[in-house]
């Protein structure tokens, strides 16, 4: 692996964690040790090589497809990959639940099967502001809107709906 394609590979991982909020003892603390706060210090610096199967291991701890953490990728193809959709779930936690409810019970479902539990923020897919849309019967553009005035979605969610309806 060249060092410029492990500087690269280190800093989607530095990205990843840090965009969970995670510290590196913090990574070593959640992963009840078994990812050592040297070892992924030395991946996000581009210092140590990372195996395939250590790397998917990584990916699967962070919650996110192996390919969010390769250098170069862009998801479907596009120049410049749109705005991720993070949801802010202490904020969320503060909306009534008679207006929040279904995406409360959407994004606890979501935790689940991902087994990600840092009840800070989740990112979101696309397919899943389309699918809370149906469920809020509104459209994507409207729910982007309604969340970004609850706190729980960032005014950059905007750009991300725009690029999925343009």
Not at 55 to 78: D, I, K, M, R
Not at 130 to 143: C, E, G, H, K, N
Request: charge should be neutral; avoid cysteine.
């Amino acid at each position: 692996m060249s060092s410029e394609y492990a500087k690269q590979l280190g800093a989607k991982l530095r990205a990843i964690r840090t965009q969970q909020g995670l510290s590196l003892h913090g990574v070593e603390e959640k992963s009840q040790g078994r990812w050592k706060a040297v070892v992924v210090g030395s991946y996000e610096r581009g210092d140590r090589a990372v195996t395939v199967q250590r790397l998917a291991e990584l990916a699967e701890f962070y919650g996110v497809p192996v390919q969010e953490l390769l250098p170069g990728s862009t998801p479907g193809g596009a120049a410049e990959p749109p705005p991720k959709l993070v949801l802010d779930l202490e904020r969320l936690a503060n909306v009534p639940s008679d207006k929040a409810g279904p995406l409360q019970r959407y994004t606890a479902t979501i935790q689940s099967q991902r087994g990600d539990y840092n009840g800070k923020v989740l990112s979101i897919r696309q397919d899943d502001l389309r699918t809370l849309a149906v469920i809020y019967d509104q459209s994507p553009s409207v729910l982007t809107e309604q969340l970004i005035s609850w706190g729980v979605l960032g005014a950059d969610a905007r750009r991300a709906v725009q690029v999925d309806e343009g």
